[in-house]
């Protein structure tokens, strides 16, 4: 199949999911979100990378981290920036996905950032657009969501420095959960040492044993020595009425306390991609807590997310 992520220079054309993306991709990511983080390469003339350019942020779906982010660091990287309100626009008339996208093409829009509920949806738009234009995974249904995956090891990467020694806890919804995916697929990518997914079976995905993963599902067991834990909330979005667990029980099963903290190693650091539900599956103590990285996250979606869209269309 073709690959749709990279042109036929190995230039970053899409980003739709981390599957098939290579470790030099990404490493190159991280270190061009280093510059923007940090700002210490006062030779580093990314900043107008996206000068002239148009970026557009489509979210079928609600967002408060990944849209106003990327708005942010479009605007950083010198672009215009469209927010289109779904909600108002002429979808409510009939006008299908990809006729809309070939409008906003017809606008001169260069970066289409996508969010939308059905799995697949941006990878279909990137098949069928007649344009240069590029197409970013902002969330696809339940398959991946790149650009948090990649924030989410950069993440890690800003205070545990070798993957190759890492164990690492997904913890939750792993089978409503696209973040799930984009973190299991980037932490093979970059070769920790061993990835585990805690939860409940009813929440495991059918195809868990196809994965590279150690499954557990009790918390005792599974936080055991690990360096970090990535939480996630329960999807209830995506479930049917029959399949939402009690929020309590679940909480006491899973949820992250400060005593089941203290399973993991004394370093261990906590991640959840947001938004958190405290007292469902994490305790406020715990989100908020020295342990907690959940605000560097935050933080460093804006550089990932200006490291992308500088690498896709740089003027460089
Ligand atoms: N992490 C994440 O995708 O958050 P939002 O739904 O607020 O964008």
Redesign the pocket.
Known sequence: MKNLQQDKNKKLQHLLSIEGLNKDIVERIFNDADKFLENKDTEFDGYTSLSGKTVCNLFFE??????TTFEIAAKRLSANVINLDIATSSQSKGESILDLINNLIAMSVDIFVIRHSKPGIPELIAKNIKSDAHIINA?DGNRE?PT?GLLDAFTIREFKKDFSTLKVAIVGDIEHSR?AKSQINILATLGAKEIRVIGPKSLMPRNIDDLDVNVFNTMEEGLKDVDVVMMLRIQKERMSNKTVPSESNYFKSFGLNQKRLKIAKDDAIVLH???INRGVEIESKVADGMQSVILNQVKNGIAIRMAVMAMMVGNK
């Open positions: 609600n967002s408060t981290r990944t849209q969330g969501h948090q973040v991609p947001g938004p």
